[in-house]
């Protein structure tokens, strides 16, 4: 009886805390984009062509959903210019 109730207290617990992981509204870690919505793309394939040996479409809809952040600059000699910084 009181493993049965265990389980189920450790149940509860892990599932009213997981909406606390999906978004870190405390900036507790380096990724300031995480506070935000996530925008969906408008389109579900990308095309992979060019000097490849396969070329072909792929699917995103079936892709787990990940986050990089990256940081665009132009390079131009000795002054190089922040573009923007996108997820």
Do not use: C, H, W
Not at 37 to 50: H, K, Q, Y
């Amino acid at each position: 009886m009181k493993n049965k109730i265990f389980f189920y207290l450790i149940f509860a617990l892990a599932i009213l805390s997981f909406p606390v992981f999906a978004q870190d509204t405390e900036d507790k870690t380096n990724d300031f984009y995480d506070n935000t919505e996530t925008v969906s793309l408008p389109f579900s394939a990308v095309e992979i062509a060019g000097e490849v040996g396969n070329p072909q479409k792929i699917d995103l809809t079936s892709l787990p959903l990940r986050s990089v952040i990256v940081k665009e600059a132009v390079l131009n000699g000795a002054k190089d210019t922040f573009v923007g910084a996108y997820r």
